[in-house]
T-cell receptor
Framework: AQSVTQLDSHVSVSEGTPVLLRCNYS??????LFWYVQHPNKGLQLLLK??????LVKGINGFEAEFKKSETSFHLTKPSAHMSDAAEYFC?????????FGTGTRLLVSP | DVKVTQSSRYLVKRTGEKVFLECVQD?????MFWYRQDPGLGLRLIYF???????EKGDIPEGYSVSREKKERFSLILESASTNQTSMYLC????????????FGPGTRLTVL
């Protein structure tokens, strides 16, 4: 069965330092994977998606993620955090027509 | 731009009341979904619909029902609200092709007293 594990419930970084949000997936077939972001009191917004084309996927706001089949990982990175990146991030895998969400990682950015 | 709208941002109901949450999408999407979001649990699928008048149970359908009479509208019904249904409810939609991302509404925060 398809599932995702977000390895950190909270990640704290300083503004200007790199961001790494970790996600491992489990899938019995080649999956589609997504990262969504949810800012406080806002709806979910698609950050980026992997659909079996390039393994390095670029998203909005300078984020990117690399699909590593050998490690079953899809970690989200950004070279330099901005205060506006503070939000909750969800790693998501497809299961037929449905999405399976991770439990979320809250990113805290300090000045 | 895809737009998914939900009828209320905040709702307060009493235990035992019948509650309707409405969702409308304007992109002619075949699939529509209802989730609930709780801290530390992520989003969990309650019900989804892949066509008018069609519905399928998600992972946590107990205590809920749905209705899809028109393609653009998907309603979530709490027949008799209970305090453990206090949550954020999110509606989403997408096209039928496998692997398509879902587009989300702003959510309804429901409190059951």
């Amino acid at each position: 069965a398809q599932s995702v594990t977000q390895l950190d419930s909270h990640v704290s970084v300083s503004e200007g330092t790199p961001v790494l949000l970790r996600c491992n997936y489990s899938s019995s077939y080649s999956p589609s994977l997504f990262w969504y972001v949810q800012h406080p009191n806002k709806g979910l917004q698609l950050l980026l998606k992997y659909t079996s084309a390039a393994t390095l996927v670029k998203g909005i706001n300078g984020f990117e993620a690399e699909f590593k089949k050998s490690e079953t990982s899809f970690h989200l990175t950004k070279p330099s955090a901005h205060m506006s990146d503070a939000a909750e991030y969800f790693c998501v895998v497809t299961r037929f027509q449905k999405l399976v969400f991770g439990t979320g990682t809250r990113l805290l950015v300090s000045p | 731009d895809v737009k998914v709208t939900q009828s209320s941002r905040y709702l307060v109901k009493r235990t035992g009341e019948k509650v309707f949450l409405e969702c409308v999408q304007d992109m002619d999407h075949e699939n529509m979904f209802w989730y609930r979001q709780d801290p530390g649990l992520g989003l969990r699928l309650i019900y989804f619909s892949y066509d008018v008048k069609m519905k399928e149970k998600g992972d946590i359908p107990e205590g809920y029902s749905v209705s899809r009479e028109k393609k653009e509208r998907f309603s979530l019904i709490l027949e008799s609200a209970s305090t453990n249904q206090t949550s954020m409810y999110l509606c989403a939609s997408n096209g039928r092709r496998e692997g398509r991302e879902q587009f989300f509404g702003p959510g309804t925060r429901l409190t059951v007293l």
